[in-house]
């Protein structure tokens, strides 16, 4: 797999693959290891990190081997975002892990969507971007909107294949491909990651066949019925995506075109 850049950290494997909603965290260890993936996300809340039994999740990631992405999942203003942003900062730099100074940035609008604030994300990615973070926003599919984000000074934009954990892909391509289209104007090696939705391995078989650097995932594999089957699942869709994308497809036409010349065929003719 070819690696892509994000800012200044080269990523070795395009699948990010989240840490929530697993049975147990040895299951999550389980799950990773099979996805291949080398970057992680982690929301750094504290009633995210900790089990019901005191465990710690960051107990159960090998912090030599994953880059902790910490995310702001639960936040809904600007200001709960950059807070938990510098609490996630803080608690990779004791760690030593190479994510510190990273944030999956999430401001989400209400709880019943799960989909992003603009304002809100705009607000936030300014203010820690000024706070010298390097942002990976989630934001909608709008391809403005993600432009704005990536205007604010986002390093890179994760618009969204469809509402967080509804499993129903990438319910609109087009707009993923403006967001892509958009984005890489004047820059085509700008990071725009496809984020949240996704179902099964055939969503982000599309996701990069579109052109994606990346796609990011927790419940798809999380609350599979079998979530290491399905991490391997998904590390091999993200493969061949990108393998279809850089060998391109060919076009789509309205009738048939024969594999075969029709030259030489051999000919039926009745009464013969």
Known sequence: MDAFQIKDFEVRNRLFVGTGKYATYELMQQALDASACQVVTVAVRRERLIDHQGRSLLDYLDLG???????????????????????????????????AGWVKLEVLGDK???????????????????????????????PRCAVRIKEAGAAAVMPAGSPIGSGQGVLNPLNISLCLELLKEGDPHYPVI????????????????????????????????????MAH??????????????AGR???????????????????IPGE
Do not use: W
């Open 233 to 246: 699942a998904m590390r091999h869709a993200l493969e061949a995506g990108r393998l279809a994308y850089q």
């Open 112 to 142: 019943k969507t799960l989909l992003p604030d603009p304002v809100g994300t705009l607000e936030a990615t300014r203010e820690l971007v000024k706070e010298g973070f390097t942002v990976l926003a989630y934001s909608s599919d709008d």
């Open 250 to 268: 060919i076009p789509k036409k309205r009738y048939a075109t024969a594999s075969s010349p029709f030259e030489g065929a051999i000919s039926y």
């Open 65 to 99: 081997r994953y880059v902790i992405l910490p995310n702001t999942a639960g936040c809904f203003t600007a200001e709960d975002a950059i807070r938990v942003s510098l609490l996630g900062r803080e608690l990779l730099e004791k760690q030593g892990n190479r994510g």
């Open 194 to 229: 496809v984020d949240a939705g996704v179902g099964t391995a055939s969503d982000v078989a599309i996701a990069m066949e579109l052109g994606a650097d990346g796609v990011l995932l927790n419940t798809g594999i999380a609350h599979a019925k079998d979530p290491v089957k």
